[in-house]
């Protein structure tokens, strides 16, 4: 996956982060597979990155695990059900290393300001945003593109996840659903108002994946979908001058 992934963004011009979980820590259902586990997992991450010079983006949902991920990992992410956890957001800016913030399916794009100002306050180097789309109804997210630009005031960059943006939460009872041909559409939007990048989950047989099957974006497929992603973000900068 990583050597595929960043080949392809390297032939587009994009920078890239491989991002895998040591513990995937929000299941739906207590029995769903985690992971391999902080030690492991990342002892399998650091191999990733020393056999394909990937830099490494990973998640941390406990503030014991910021310091010893930040040995490994570029970037550490804060998961959207946790973007207001005070210790874990201290833990993670503690590192010194770059922060990915998901914003909750609950938050509203301009509350963030303060979970950021955590961040910076505790000494990240710098903050990401990323938007994931907002619970709307019972089992379904909807994306508010206009969300934007709040996000955008506080300074920092401002990504857009695609394939967690086609979820419905819980569909499948013990496991989420969702729509993956919603992506394509998610992803020409998301350029088209101007955010900073793209957070993709890329799988080469998505219907075999443990996590998040129904919206997994096949590998075969990434490097249209990237191409068709840049085409417009280049066109709508010209267009707003940026």
Do not use: Y
Request: aromatic share 8%; charged share 20%.
């Amino acid at each position: 996956m990583a050597r595929g992934a960043s080949e392809i963004a390297e032939q587009l011009g994009f920078d890239f982060w491989f991002k895998a979980s040591f513990d995937k820590a929000n299941r739906t259902s207590g029995e769903g597979w985690r992971g391999p586990g902080l030690q492991e997992g990342l002892r399998q991450l650091a191999a990733v990155r020393d056999a394909t010079g990937a830099r490494i983006l990973t998640d941390v949902h406990e503030p014991g695990q910021a310091a010893p991920a930040a040995e490994v990992a570029d970037v550490l992410q804060i998961p959207a059900f946790l973007c207001r956890q005070t210790d874990l957001l201290a833990a993670a800016g503690a590192t010194g290393a770059t922060v990915n913030l998901k914003k909750g399916q609950f938050l509203a794009p301009w509350a963030v300001g303060p979970a950021v100002d955590k961040l910076r306050s505790a000494g990240a180097r710098e903050v990401w945003l990323t938007e994931r789309g907002t619970t709307f109804g019972h089992g379904d997210l909807v994306v508010d593109f206009r969300g934007l630009l709040p996000m955008r005031a506080t300074g920092c960059p401002v990504i857009f996840d695609a394939t967690h943006s086609a979820q419905r939460p819980g569909a499948h009872g013990t496991s989420s659903g969702g729509d993956r041909s919603a992506v394509p559409l998610l992803c020409r939007a998301a350029a088209g108002a101007g955010f900073d990048g793209l957070f993709l989950e890329v799988h080469p047989e998505p219907a075999r994946a443990r996590s998040d099957a129904d919206t997994q974006w096949p590998l075969s497929e990434l490097r249209p979908l990237l191409e068709a992603f840049a085409a417009l973000w280049s066109l709508g900068r010209s267009l707003d001058g940026r």
